[in-house]
């Protein structure tokens, strides 16, 4: 039997068909647009990838949670490792 291991385990992890899976992926694709004609931005910072908007209040519309404490706990890791980088 010929096979390929799939590894994603967030978008995917409780479908049980190829059908379910394609249908995740296309109302998937259908946010991502809608995010796009709407200004948001993927951003890569230290090393994770965020979907960022510059308006709060667009952001929130679409029902996102602002975490502040999880933008803070990531700003102090990436000064920290910076930090750590420049040292050596």
């Given at each position: 039997?010929?096979?390929f291991t799939w590894v994603e385990s967030a978008l995917t992890a409780?479908?049980?068909s190829l059908a379910d899976m394609a249908k995740r992926f296309e109302d998937t694709a259908v946010l991502m647009r809608r995010l796009d004609k709407h200004g948001f931005e993927i951003r890569n910072e230290c090393?994770?990838?965020t979907i960022n908007?510059?308006?709060p209040r667009?952001?929130?519309r679409?029902?996102?949670i602002i975490d502040k404490l999880m933008t803070q706990i990531q700003a102090n890791s990436c000064e920290s490792s910076n930090n750590l980088n420049e040292k050596l």
């Amino acid at each position: 039997m010929a096979s390929f291991t799939w590894v994603e385990s967030a978008l995917t992890a409780d479908c049980s068909s190829l059908a379910d899976m394609a249908k995740r992926f296309e109302d998937t694709a259908v946010l991502m647009r809608r995010l796009d004609k709407h200004g948001f931005e993927i951003r890569n910072e230290c090393g994770k990838r965020t979907i960022n908007h510059r308006n709060p209040r667009v952001f929130s519309r679409f029902g996102f949670i602002i975490d502040k404490l999880m933008t803070q706990i990531q700003a102090n890791s990436c000064e920290s490792s910076n930090n750590l980088n420049e040292k050596l």
